[in-house]
């Protein structure tokens, strides 16, 4: 067997992974000239597999536009050979449906407890199905049998069964980065089988909190009728781990901007533009589930109740554009700036506004500029996977030990036991947790931050990839063991 090969599932696994998500993280770009040019982008993933020990890797995903068939082979050639990137060429209309269509349209919404937003139709279902096919083909066509393989998120949700079906003894590991809701909304979806066995082909599935593993098990026993433990389900004779890997953040990153003359010039600019201010900081990409007019409401709220804070708060909030094509996300925007616009037009006064919006993305050392100098972060989402800005806000607080005022629907509540936990949906609640998260005394704030900042140095991102690693070699290990037994 291939799979077991002499390697032991007690040494960190050496070999090749290949990393599948929907995006590559590269930018392509054809230029005038004709010449293509590519970059890396950063991003969580990134930081995690660059954390990996030992363990070499290439990265199969969709690079984000149409690529004409005569330019296939040069951009192949060129992400190899600069990023260990195989592309995914996938037409825009396909790609359009798969990402647009089922995954945004139909996924993102019902697992985030959405069903209203449902925008289901079996054109859209047979694009994801093609998109999954597609990928696999790829992953078949450079696989080896020692490879280990890590599919991400619900983009991609077919693909372990895909690759499975052609190549038996395949090691396959899925993550999903968003939740996976309770059973009860998860059995709405019609092809709520499939999407279950498609990720039942991998040899381990994991989750950011117990509650999304939870919800996992349960829908496949009430969906399929599988028998399930704590840990895992069986499909016919075979066992599949599911495990808990709360993904986290690089610090590292953060610590090292910190240190930058161009980060610190512009806390210094920052912290003279806000004098006498308290700053609350919001940083989301505009999508629904971040709960932004929840946001607002309570900022309004606050405003009315504790009128002593007029001209004394700001709250800058960033909201990164997302998703403009689809038209839920046209309307958040209208919604977001019309209660920018009256909060602005109620409690501002000439010159000063309580809301500094903006709707574009900034550099990161703007980001961390704007962490450092932050007396709390306020984080309303109604559902979210983990919420990696909560982690990065702590990193970033050293010195003025700010607050976390932190949903108790993102996965991050199961974790940062030190934030201050609000129900977005509770607008007096919010703001009430702010008035007193602002007013919180200094041993109560160090004491808060001490305990959430050991979490996240010691919980990183390289930690989550080389747990998930870990964990997928050993299972694919006692599996391929399992199977070598003579019947
Ligand atoms: C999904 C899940 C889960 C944002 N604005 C700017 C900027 N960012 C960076 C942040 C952070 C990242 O984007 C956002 O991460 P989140 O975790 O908050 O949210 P999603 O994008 O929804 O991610 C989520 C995650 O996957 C990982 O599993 O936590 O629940 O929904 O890193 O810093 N970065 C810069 N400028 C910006 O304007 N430079």
């Known amino acids: 067997l291939h799979a077991s090969g002499s390697l032991s599932p007690d040494s960190n696994f050496e070999g090749r992974l290949i990393v599948i998500s929907n995006r590559l993280p590269v930018s ?30 290439l990265w199969v995903g969709w690079i984000g536009t149409e690529i004409d068939p005569e330019d296939r082979e040069y951009v192949k050639k060129l992400l190899m050979e600069k990023h260990n990137c195989i592309p995914v060429f996938l037409s825009e209309k396909l790609a359009n449906d798969h990402y647009n269509g089922f995954s945004n349209g139909v996924l993102w919404p019902l697992f985030h407890y959405l069903p209203g937003d449902l925008d289901y139709d079996d054109r859209l279902w047979d694009s994801y199905v093609e998109a999954n096919q597609e990928f696999a083909n790829v992953v078949l066509s450079i696989m080896g049998s020692d490879d280990l393989i890590w599919v991400h998120d619900y983009h991609l949700m077919l693909l372990p069964e895909y690759i499975k079906k052609k190549q038996v003894d395949a090691r396959i590991g899925f993550f999903l980065h968003i939740p996976f809701p309770s059973s009860e909304i998860f059995r709405v979806l019609p092809c709520r089988k499939e999407i279950l066995m498609g990720v039942l082909n991998s040899n381990l599935i994991g989750f950011h909190t117990y509650d999304y593993a939870r919800h996992f098990l349960k829908a496949c026993t009430r969906i399929l009728g599988l028998e399930t433990a704590p840990n895992g389900v069986y499909v016919n004779d075979k066992f599949i781990p599911v495990g808990v890997f709360p993904v986290g953040i690089d610090p590292d990153k953060f610590f090292d901007l910190l240190k930058q003359d161009q980060v610190q010039n512009r806390i210094a600019a920052l912290k003279k533009s806000f004098e006498g201010m308290k700053v609350i900081i919001g940083i989301d990409r505009l999508d629904y589930i971040k709960g932004l007019p929840q946001k607002l409401q309570a900022m309004e709220r606050l405003f009315q109740k504790y009128p002593e804070w007029k001209g004394k708060i700001v709250l800058i909030q960033v909201a990164v554009p997302s998703r403009q094509d689809v038209e839920e996300y046209q309307r958040l925007k209208k919604d977001v700036e019309e209660l920018v616009g009256r909060i602005n037009g109620l409690y501002g006064s000439l010159g000063e506004s309580p809301i500094h919006y903006l709707f574009q993305s900034v550099d990161s050392v703007e980001l961390t500029a704007l962490y450092n100098i932050s007396d709390a972060c306020l984080i309303t989402s109604i559902r979210d996977g983990m919420n990696l800005v909560a982690q990065e806000f702590i990193s970033c607080q050293s010195e003025k030990k700010g607050v976390l005022i932190l949903s108790e629907f993102t996965g991050a509540a199961q974790s940062l036991s030190g934030a201050v936990m609000i129900n977005p949906w509770n607008t007096e609640d919010v703001a009430d947790s702010i008035n007193s998260a602002l007013l919180m005394s200094e041993e109560e704030r160090e004491e808060k931050h001490n305990m959430l900042f050991n979490f996240i140095i010691k919980h990183t991102a390289a930690h989550w990839g080389n747990g998930f690693v870990r964990e997928l070699y ?10 070598s037994v003579p019947k």
């Open 28 to 57: 392509l770009k054809k230029e005038e000239n004709g010449q293509w040019t590519s970059k890396m982008s950063s991003g969580g993933l990134v930081a995690a597999l660059s954390g990996l020990k030992s363990t070499s890797f």
């Open 474 to 483: 050993k299972a694919s290990y006692q599996a391929a063991q399992i199977t």
